[in-house]
């Protein structure tokens, strides 16, 4: 069993509100991340997957399909765009980093089984001091 | 002569555009950096300042000032802020990395040369592979 | 289950040596890391905790929070200290990273567990060539 | 149990190919890591060993022994190489990141295990967008 | 007057020798850059323009563009390439970083000056512990 | 003319204070830069030459040859050494980050130009936030 990491880029705005909460709550619980025009970050995701070597080549999976996966199914719906507003799974949830790496985890697994792989982790950084982990369960 | 330099963080939502441009024409001029809900960035901040430095201290500036300057005039009115709508210095200028980086040099140097030091350089990080410099002329 | 670190930063003084050894054992045994009149570093401490996420928030914790207690337990005791000398919980111990990874952990568990997550890993960076990982156990 | 990790580097050339293929195949399977002139990488190598920290010295293993293992196992033997043509351990292998972590994993293991420590990963990254990790089964 | 820089990536394999001298001497000059099978980089180019900013779009250059003509000129000659065997602009010149920098200069210049900007620098960082920077001149 | 540049490190203990003021007026003007029992940094050390390359070698020079030069006149002396007490050429000198990047200038200046080429930069990081440079003038 061995686990490859592939690292991917997206730059995004996003804010962290409740609707239903007054701005007074909204500033109180989300502080700056609810400026009402929002703001934005240069998210980092690493997506780890795991499995056993095809002696063929020697690859746990081609990166260049791992890439397309991401590409198709997560970056090119989030880069360059507003989480809260564009992002159709990303819909009437949070968009927290810890939300937001559960919700690629979910929209990654399926295309990266069909692949012959075990997705393994969901790593995703919003600032250089901070990241999310997730493994699936 | 010495020059020292000071890194700093703002993230922020902007997006490019001209109002009195037809979508299509923002589109295409500015790509998905037109994207009209926004988008955002991690910047880096690099203030660059040069001066003699002080016998008594060793010091060409005490960082903390210089960072109390930055803080003050620039990272407070940018950071969890949108470029275009939030920042009063950046009022009806295009939000390009170029116009930012000239604007927070206007901002910062008188300041800074009433502190005693001349203001060297301000370089400013968009994305991991593109940054702006400029030195005030 | 999901998992968010903090990064955070401290710059510490320190030599390790035993004082009952003589100063050739210790320099037999430690090498340069035995000078007498200290060396230090630029530490990168990542606190890691889990849990499950605060469905009103997106939030696992609220990492101002989290920033508060390393601040309050950790880095205020260390930044800008000698940690043989200066540090109330190193005191009597050897200053190597593995054990200051192990006391920084001890000091961070009740704070973390009472803001309702759990303490999963402190990883301490001493230079860019290596780093320590501790999970408690 | 406590986990150090030590990093290092090596710079070498290499190429996907197997020679039985044509060279269409090759390039098909492989793309452009099958230019038969050879390609390279600056290589980054994450060795992570655990166990008990010795209590004398507050270490678990001296560093620079463990750096002493893997120079001579490994880096000697892989920096400024090609590694299909110079390396021993890789002969008649994949010149892949996953079969080369693997290959690294097995040189290291037993003069590891002799040093007193387990040998619990290798990280191997060939570019800053991708890396594999191997536990050793 | 500012400054925009792009940053680009390519992998390549080369070796520092000359064919008229006699291996010994070649190893004595180049020490392990001399391996006869070669070995490999990941480089980092860094492109420098500058020029005035155009009103309308706040830009001194669309970075696209840019980036078209480092893709077209050098990255995509260079990128899994051998230099000394592969690269029509490298033919015939040692392949070192300084050798490199300064051609990949050349191809540079006309381009960008036709793009209505001037080319200020190029840096290419070979490792992590060196880079060359030539100005044109 | 091109420009070569070397990275270096060295971890080093100091403090920053003046011995004929009292502990209070070294705390208001370092504040904690002036812990009596020291702190520390890895501090990183970028050295800049120039020149013109020499066609045989296709070198400005040999950078095994630029590493001794600092290696012996520079980070043995400050490696694992505390800068206010082990290190001779910043005796009775303030141990700021200015101060001692401009006396590692002078420390190198005689042995790059006896090696054929010129000295053109020096730059020290203290920490992540900020560095200082110095051009010999």
Same mark, same amino acid.
């Given at each position: 069993m061995v686990y490859i !990491?592939? %690292?991917?880029? #997206?730059? @995004? @705005?996003?804010?962290? #509100?409740r609707p239903e909460w007054s701005d007074e709550k909204n500033q109180e619980v989300f502080g700056k991340c609810a400026n009402p025009n929002w703001h934005g970050h240069n998210y980092v995701l690493y997506v780890t997957v795991k499995g056993e070597i095809k002696p063929e080549t020697g690859y746990l999976i081609d990166l260049k399909k791992l890439a397309a996966i991401i590409k198709s199914r997560v970056t090119d719906k989030l880069d360059h765009r507003n989480i809260n507003l564009d992002v159709d799974f990303m819909r009437n949830k949070m968009a927290s980093t810890e939300v937001l790496a559960i919700e690629i985890f979910k929209q990654l697994?399926? @295309?990266?089984?069909? @692949?012959? *792989?075990? /997705?393994?982790? *969901? %790593? /995703?950084?919003? !600032?250089h001091n901070n990241f999310v982990e997730y493994f699936g369960e």
């Open positions: !990491t592939r %690292k991917e880029h #997206f730059n @995004a @705005a996003h804010k962290l #509100f697994q399926p @295309a990266i089984e069909e @692949a012959g *792989v075990q /997705l393994h982790k *969901v %790593k /995703l950084e919003e !600032t």
